[in-house]
Nanobody, 121 residues
């Protein structure tokens, strides 16, 4: 059974930084493509960033390019999302998930509880 536990969210002022963590069990993050997603109030969940199983490739939605960085620590079976220069529009619940395939920007059908990021102006 796959479990994904996100943490690291919080309240931050615009321009600030946060690092999100996602600890996985039931899957090995180094063997699959992993992604971060977010859902803002009243909006659909959207893809934010992805990292390929080999760690060679990354993928970002346009609005976070140059500000967010996805990475992982295979020894901890954990995926990270470093978020810099945060904006109020980044406010959302953030989730991690295995990607259905590289380039799909879709997650598998198991989701954690997410972690809330609130950016104040």
């Amino acid at each position: 059974q796959v479990q994904l536990v996100e943490s690291g969210g919080g309240l931050v002022q615009a321009g600030g930084s946060l690092r999100l963590s996602c600890v996985a069990s039931g899957l090995t993050v180094s063997s699959v493509h992993m992604g971060w997603f977010r859902q803002a109030p009243g909006k659909e969940r959207e893809f934010v960033a992805g990292i390929s199983w080999g760690g060679i490739s990354t993928d970002y939605t346009d609005s976070v390019k140059g500000r967010f960085t996805v990475s992982r620590d295979n020894t901890k079976n954990t995926v990270y999302l470093q978020m810099n220069s945060l904006r109020p529009e980044d406010t959302a619940v953030y989730y991690c998930n295995r990607l259905t395939r590289w380039g799909s920007r879709d997650g598998m059908n198991y989701w954690g509880k997410g972690t809330l990021v609130t950016v104040s102006s």
